[in-house]
């Protein structure tokens, strides 16, 4: 089954939908994404759908009957309907950054990393900070609210920006998937930038899909733009990635889950997220 939401749905999985027998669940979303955002398409009584209730039915008959989604956004709906499941704990663990950090301890006891509120920021013991530090949403998505600080005076201007960012009314990403109310600051980790996506078997065996070198303009640059494949990147990789993916997994016993990664490899090897 197949959650969407917005901002976008494509044609192509609708088709898939209906060519794969994969139900489309009946929400609100989905039958209001396309007049919010002006498209061409509607889903309605012709395309593959499946009723809320029913989709739930489903989830409580079978536990490990498999439902996707095309956007984060469909999060809110999982954690208000499903908290039968473990899919919302799932989720919490890979979308709240200082969790996943807890949870990493065991792989990098050393790591730094502390969690703060918005309404903390001014009282934030910066001397006590190790520089440069990166400050980012703790429930975050893209590159959005991602900040690099260097030095006590840069932290004055970042600390303004993050402050003017949080005064923008922003009604396209839910709090389940943006939240500027609570931050994390982390050390800046060294190294070349991967990305991968991958999924967890009924097993919990990692499966990756893909492998994408991330290119950066300048060691600030924190944006998303430019990504990079080819056969050298993946055999070098594909190994390595795949182990630390299933230790990561063990930790946090995972199955039938995707996930999408960021990584970056030290000079030393060491893979750290």
């Known amino acids: 089954m197949i959650l969407v939401d917005k901002p976008y749905l494509s044609e192509f999985l609708k088709a898939t939908s209906i060519k794969h027998n994969l139900p489309i669940v009946d929400t609100v979303a989905a039958r209001d994404v396309s007049a919010r955002l002006n498209t061409s398409f509607d889903l ?84 006590e900070i190790p520089f440069p530090f990166i400050i980012k949403p703790n429930v975050g998505f893209f590159s959005l609210g991602v900040h690099k600080v260097s030095s006590a005076e840069e932290w004055k201007d970042v600390k303004t920006k993050i402050k003017a960012e949080n005064a923008q009314k922003d009604d396209l990403y839910p709090a389940e998937v943006l939240d500027r109310t609570s931050f994390i600051i982390e050390e800046v980790i060294e190294g070349e930038e991967f990305a991968f996506d991958a999924y967890f078997d009924e097993k919990g065996e990692p499966i990756l899909l893909d492998i994408y070198a991330h290119l950066f303009s300048s060691a600030n640059d924190v944006s998303d733009r430019i990504y990079i494949t080819s056969k050298e990147i993946i055999e070098k990789n594909l190994d390595d990635f795949t182990n630390w993916l299933r230790e990561v997994g063990n930790l946090a016993k995972m199955s039938n889950f995707p996930v999408h990664v960021e990584i970056r490899r030290t000079d030393s090897g060491k893979i750290v997220p």
Do not use: H
């Open 44 to 127: 309605g009584a012709d395309d593959n759908l499946i009723s809320e209730q029913e989709t739930i039915n489903r989830l409580r008959a079978k536990k490990d009957t498999r439902l996707y989604t095309n956007s984060e956004n469909a999060i809110g709906w999982i954690i208000q309907n499903l908290a039968f499941t473990d899919l919302p704990a799932k989720i919490e663990i890979f979308k709240n950054k200082a969790k996943f950090r807890e949870l990493m301890r065991p792989m990098l006891p050393d790591f730094y990393f502390q969690e703060v509120a918005l309404a903390d920021l001014d009282a934030l013991r910066i001397e």
